[in-house]
Every structure is written in structure tokens, then in C-alpha cells.
């Protein structure tokens, strides 16, 4: 991700930054030797919200690890369609490095 968010400095470019709804691929693997998470997801970070302040509206974004399967159906339907089914038994989305 580091190397994403310099890209917008290298072309000159505000960076673009993330948002919910946002995914991506990524280059390898999330997690150890197994591990089928290739890809993230972006959501409003359930606790933390969005905020106004005087500099404009900041929104608290979570990447969370998905398979390329389901980044392939979060484009076609949506990412909280997807995130929904593995979220914790909290209701929030996280990453298990284990699936």
C-alpha cells in the first residue's frame, strides 16, 4: 500500500487515496504460506466512522483481505454484499489470514 499511495506523488498527482467501496488486487499473498487472500477491500471502519473538521470530511476507512473469487463478486454486486458474510460475530469486517 505504501507503494500505492507514493504513486499519486511520483505522476505529479494529488494521491487518490481509498474509500468505501474501494478494492484492489495486490502482488502476492496477505498472510502466511497458504493463505488465499490476494486482494483488499475498503470499508468505513464500523467504530470509527467519518468526521467533519475544519480542514473537510475525513473518512476512517479498514482494508480488509479478500480472495480474488471474492473481489471478482464484490466488482459485480458490492463490497458490502461481501464483507457481510465474513465479518466477525460482531457485525465487522476483518481479516483472517487463516482462510
Known amino acids: 500500500m505504501r507503494r500505492r499511495s507514493h504513486h499519486g ?7 487518490p487515496g481509498f474509500a468505501h467501496g474501494h478494492r484492489m ?4 499473498r496477505l498472510g502466511p504460506e497458504g493463505s488465499r487472500l490476494n486482494a483488499l477491500a475498503f470499508v468505513t471502519d464500523p467504530e470509527l466512522g467519518a468526521i467533519d473538521t475544519p480542514n ?3 473518512e476512517f476507512v479498514t482494508a480488509v483481505g479478500v480472495t480474488r473469487e471474492e473481489l471478482a463478486e464484490a466488482k ?3 463490497n ?3 464483507l457481510g458474510r465474513i465479518a466477525g460475530v ?5 481479516t483472517d ?3
Open 97 to 99: 489470514v487463516t482462510r
Open 80 to 82: 458490502d454484499l461481501v
Open 56 to 58: 473537510g470530511r475525513v
Open 76 to 78: 459485480a454486486t458490492s
Open 90 to 94: 460482531d457485525g465487522i469486517p476483518i
Open 25 to 28: 488486487g495486490v502482488a502476492g
Open 9 to 15: 506523488y511520483d505522476c505529479g498527482r494529488r494521491p
